[in-house]
């Protein structure tokens, strides 16, 4: 779904791969891992607000696929780069 290039197909992706980890992560039902899962729900959550902030960004320069976005749209590309290192849980959105 990432690779389709299409905005749409972007955020679909985007809640499922959130919704797995969640359920991936509160799997073994304790309390240590249900607060991790949260903790992990609400990073995702700031990881798809700074997303629905980028896509009219994306619109407003004209294009409606990511593919053609380049190096001079470097704010785009740096929200973009923020964004999924919230979903990839990196140093400082790690639970």
Do not use: E
């Given at each position: 779904?990432?690779?389709?290039g299409?905005?749409?197909?972007?955020?679909l992706?985007?809640?499922g791969?959130g919704?797995?980890s969640?359920?991936?992560i509160?799997?073994?039902?304790?309390?240590?891992?249900?607060?991790a899962?949260?903790?992990?729900?609400?990073t995702?959550?700031?990881?798809?607000?700074?997303?629905?902030?980028?896509?009219p960004?994306?619109?407003?320069?004209?294009y409606?696929?990511i593919?053609?976005l380049?190096?001079s749209?470097?704010?785009?590309?740096?929200?973009?780069?923020?964004?999924?290192?919230?979903?990839?849980?990196?140093?400082p959105f790690?639970?």
């Open positions: 779904m990432i690779f389709s299409s905005i749409f197909l972007l955020l992706g985007w809640d791969l919704i797995s969640f359920a991936l509160i799997y073994y039902h304790n309390v240590t891992r249900l607060n899962g949260y903790l992990t729900l609400l995702n959550r700031l990881g798809d607000v700074v997303i629905i902030i980028t896509i960004l994306i619109l407003f320069v004209g409606y696929n593919y053609p380049d190096t749209y470097n704010f785009i590309i740096f929200f973009l780069c923020l964004a999924a290192l919230t979903k990839r849980a990196q140093y790690r639970a």
